[in-house]
């Protein structure tokens, strides 16, 4: 079970980059983006287990962004009230929790006082690249932080909630990213967009159904720790 927890604190990792804060409501888009997840020297042993799909659902001001793999799906909601959920689906075993804002913000100043998070700005740089991807036009940014620099490709005809931008992991750019490559935990990922789909999100998205058992946050974290 330790492999499979490692390549769920590495989900986590991916999801829990959230700074949720509550704002007006207002006309977006509305709908899903379809990601597919690529791997640069996979160790053979997370194979199969890794997240393969990154889906992020839009709707009236809520985001849902959900990673999955062969063995589970976990994903991540943030609210208009700046609280937010983790759902995970392990094998049919399905848990959740709930954090309010004030709970998000404090772990944040923990993880930042204990240098787990960066919070540095991001040195971001327009090129005059461009490309299509899934029927997108898509601008070509770079984005230092920290000494390191990845490559971009982001397009402003998606138009998003301002909550989305507040949490979008790849920080300091205007528009959405479609292409992107970013390290967690030593593995390389290269996030791809395959599909952009408008309508069709069901509110109950965004909330935690009767068929999740929801916990507190300790006892999440201590049922992933335990491998359930």
């Known amino acids: 079970m330790k492999t499979i927890v490692k390549v769920l604190c590495v989900a986590m990792a991916l999801l829990v ?36 799909e990154m889906i992020t659902y839009v709707k009236d001001g809520k985001v849902r962004m959900d990673q999955v793999s062969p063995m589970y799906t976990m994903g991540a909601i943030t609210l208009e009230d700046g609280s937010a959920i983790v759902l995970i689906d392990v094998m049919g075993q399905k848990l959740a929790t709930q954090q309010t804002k004030e709970d998000i913000e404090k772990a944040k100043a923990e993880a930042k006082e204990s240098g787990d998070l960066k919070d540095s700005e991001p040195e971001v740089k327009a090129t005059d690249e461009t490309k299509m991807i899934a029927g997108y036009k898509c601008t070509k940014y770079e984005v230092t932080t920290d000494g390191e620099t990845m490559e971009v490709f982001v397009t402003e005809e ?25 390290s967690t935990n030593g593995m390389n990922m290269t996030m791809t967009a395959k599909e952009v789909k408008k309508g069709g999100v069901n509110n109950s998205m965004f909330m935690i159904t009767d068929d999740y058992q929801k916990l507190s946050t300790e006892d999440f974290a201590r049922m992933l720790g335990g491998g359930m």
Do not use: C
């Open 158 to 182: 998606i138009p998003m909630p301002a909550i989305y931008h507040e949490n979008s992991q790849v920080k300091g750019i205007k528009g959405v990213p479609m292409e992107y490559t970013m």
């Open 17 to 52: 980059s959230f700074s949720v804060s509550a704002q007006k409501k207002e006309k977006t888009f509305a709908g899903s983006i379809r990601y597919a997840i690529t791997y640069e020297d996979l160790d053979p042993q997370y194979k199969g287990q890794v997240p393969t």
